[in-house]
């Protein structure tokens, strides 16, 4: 079955049925009533985590889920049905988002969970929810509510305590097959794993957890080289990260340890969080290393690695080293639990882990003075170009001699600004007598008594006067 861990889909409620108006009409029964029942509710939709489902390739060709609609009210006081309800099964640890929102709606965590996803509308009032007894012969009635739609996008994070990580046929596959009953495909060709693999590790009696192998890892994922990088989020909700190196390689010129950062690189650029997780370091393919070489193999790897984690040498093909990283890994899982048993007093957790600083004691070596743990690759290459061209910036005879800048008498020595008389003593604005007392404002004569105006009738009145007598003097 194809591995489909990213769906989108709508999902619909049903709407409400619809009221009834009605009146019981009978013989030899005058004046019924009413007898409209209501509508039915619409159907929900519910989601149930199901952990007999490993994909969501059922929601990929199926993406339109829609619930009945509630029946219509009838008469004789019939009320409508509910629309039937649907249940979508999903895999345990699907998370359902709004597509337009991009809001986490839910996740489903736990075996036979169930939620719900859209509510069903309600149905409609008939007219004999309205019946009082003022109002006996009520015509009324209300239409059922719609039901809640959704656009969803379905998320697949597998549970798993413990994930595989590293480069491709650097021996995950085999190591889940050591440790498990899982069968995941095995070939000599890089890129078999396809799709994430799971195993139940079993450690004892009710004992046991889960391991996650996803494919692998090359330089480049988060640009898209090889299968890409999303099939790390299948890695965030795991306690634990086991990071896998082939010590053997079949090119004799490829580094493991370019290689192991150049993983650590990629995991920091897709995700912090996941990049901050415990991670241990699994040297694998031990078989393959003459016996006299092996210590010295190891420690040359740890050293110009600059690895002070733990450290695991193990063969996944031989089962060499299996059982005690079985061992640690369970303890750890189960310290890291809210609720478990009380530990095995022969494995402590935090004094058994064997770290690279350790190892290098045990054999006398040391790390490298110049040396930085876990540099990303594309760091390197921008610090050494800006080292490069470190130089030709000391050698810029402008800023070793800037005279310009050291003596800058205008800055410096700014008469004009320090000592700025007009500004400091402005007489005329402390001082400004004519605003103050403006003696043309409060008296002014002219404007009130205006003699000019008032006395222009007496003009007209002298001319009336001197022409009164040639009136009079016409008459006689």
């Not at 009210?73 to 988002?97: E, K, N, W, Y």
């Not at 509510?119 to 309205?130: A, S």
């Not at 995950?172 to 070939?187: D, E, F, G, Y």
Request: aromatic share 6%; glycine share 10%.
């Amino acid at each position: 079955m194809k591995f489909v861990d990213e769906a989108t889909i709508d999902v619909a409620a049903g709407n409400g049925g619809s009221g009834c108006i009605s009146f019981r009409r009978e013989k030899f029964i005058p004046f019924g009533g009413p007898n409209g029942g209501n509508g039915g509710r619409g159907g929900h939709v519910y989601v149930e985590a199901d952990r007999n489902i490993n994909t969501l390739i059922d929601y990929r060709y199926a993406r339109r889920h829609e619930a009945r609609n509630g029946e219509q009210g009838r008469g004789s006081d019939q009320f409508g049905a509910a629309g039937p309800d649907i249940v979508l099964r999903m895999p345990v640890g699907t998370i359902i988002r709004n597509a337009e929102t991009d809001e986490v709606m839910m996740e489903l965590l736990e075996h036979g969970e169930k939620r719900l996803l859209a509510k069903g509308g309600d149905g409609g009032f008939g007219n004999l929810h309205y019946k009082t007894a003022t109002n006996r012969a009520p015509r009324k009635k209300t239409l059922g509510w719609p039901g809640e739609m959704f656009k969803l996008k379905l998320e697949l994070r597998v549970l798993a305590d413990v994930g595989l990580l590293g480069m491709p046929n650097a021996g995950k596959s085999t190591l889940i097959t050591a440790i498990s009953n899982a069968r995941p495909k095995i070939a000599d060709y890089p890129f078999t794993t396809l799709h994430p693999n799971l195993g139940v590790v079993r450690v004892g009696p009710e004992k046991s957890f889960v391991v996650a192998d996803i494919p692998g890892l090359i330089e480049g994922a988060s640009e898209g080289a090889g299968l890409g990088h999303l099939f790390l989020r299948h890695l965030q909700r795991t306690r634990v990260l086991l990071h896998v190196v082939d010590l053997a390689p079949f090119d004799e010129g490829v580094d493991p340890v370019k290689q192991a950062r150049a993983i650590v690189n990629e995991l920091k650029i897709y995700d912090e969080e996941l990049y901050n997780k415990p991670r241990w370091l699994v040297l694998n393919k031990l078989d393959m290393i003459p016996e006299e070489e092996r210590v010295g193999r190891v420690v040359d790897f740890v050293r110009r690695y600059g690895w002070k984690g733990p450290v695991f040498q193990i063969s996944a093909l031989t089962r060499e080293g299996c059982e005690k990283l079985v061992q640690t890994i369970y303890q750890h899982v189960a310290s890291m639990q809210e609720h478990h048993e009380e530990s095995d007093v022969r494995f402590d957790v935090e004094a058994s882990l064997p770290t690279g600083v350790d190892l290098l004691a045990q054999h006398g070596v040391k790390y490298d003075a110049d040396i930085e743990a876990l540099v990303k690759p594309k760091a390197v290459k921008k610090a050494a170009t800006a080292k490069k061209a470190a130089p030709a910036k000391k050698a810029t005879p402008a800023k070793k001699a800037a005279p310009a800048k050291k003596a800058a008498p205008a800055k410096k020595a700014a008469p004009a600004k320090k000592a700025a008389p007009a500004k400091k003593a402005a007489p005329a604005k402390k001082a400004a007598p004519a605003k103050k007392a403006a003696p043309a404002k409060k008296a002014a004569p002219a404007k009130k008594a205006a003699p000019a105006k008032k006395a222009a009738p007496a003009k007209k009145s002298a001319s009336a006067k001197k022409a009164a007598p040639a009136k009079k003097a016409k008459r006689s």
